[in-house]
Antibody
């Protein structure tokens, strides 16, 4: 059974930093691209970042580029999101998402974690 | 960036009704279109990928169609457990983009 368990969320002041982790199990982690998607309270889904299966390629939405860093440790089956210079508008539930690897290109999100809430407030 | 426009933003229907949601892309995305279901307080769940392919384990009352810029998601016979918000998502171009969501309620 595929499981994605996020951790590391919490309350942080504007301008602060936080690192999210996602522990993966039930599949060969090193074979799949992984993503972060967020959802502000009461709002829709917003794409944040992606990383290729071997970690060699990354992508960031414009809204987080230069402030967030995605990484992975395939030996630990863990995905990370280092967030810095946090703003109030970064307040959201952050979901760790597995790519389905179904299509010729990444972007089919077949498993999602339960999410971890990040609140940016003074 | 590609914009995804979903309609309606909400709907109310009776159990057993046929429910249809539309999603329009701001440019041609071929069939690189997925549909997700999100129940209150839960993570989204993949229902349909590549516009019309049913994800394993998803009931057959859910279906999708379309290509290019115009797509349709259908629940053939609405069930009480289908109460949720539904999102379309394109992955033809980066960044992957979601529609604004359609909240489905029981009348």
């Amino acid at each position: 059974e595929v499981q994605l368990v996020e951790s590391g969320g919490g309350l942080v002041q504007p301008g602060g930093s936080l690192r999210l982790s996602c522990s993966a199990s039930g599949f060969t982690f090193s074979s799949y691209a992984m993503h972060w998607v967020r959802q502000a309270p009461g709002k829709g889904l917003e794409y944040v970042s992606a990383i290729s299966s071997n970690g060699g390629s990354t992508y960031y939405a414009d809204s987080v580029k230069g402030r967030f860093t995605i990484s992975r440790d395939n030996s630990k089956n863990t995905l990370y999101l280092q967030m810095s210079s946090l703003r109030a508008e970064d307040t959201a539930v952050y979901y760790c998402v597995k790519d389905g690897g179904i299509a010729a290109r990444p972007g089919v999100f077949d498993y999602w974690g339960q999410g971890t809430l990040v609140t940016v407030s003074s | 960036d590609i914009q995804m426009t979903q309609s309606p933003s909400s709907l109310s229907a009776s159990v057993g009704d046929r429910v249809t949601i539309t999603c329009q892309a701001s440019q041609d995305i071929s069939n690189y279109l997925n549909w997700y279901q999100q129940k209150p307080g839960k993570a989204p769940k993949l229902l349909i990928y590549d516009a019309s392919n049913l994800e394993t384990g998803v009931p057959s009352r859910f279906s999708g169609s379309g290509s290019g810029t115009d797509f349709t998601f259908t629940i053939s016979s609405l069930q009480p457990e289908d109460i949720a918000t539904y999102y379309c998502q394109q992955y033809d171009n980066l960044p992957p983009a979601f529609g604004g969501g359609t909240k489905v309620e029981i009348k």
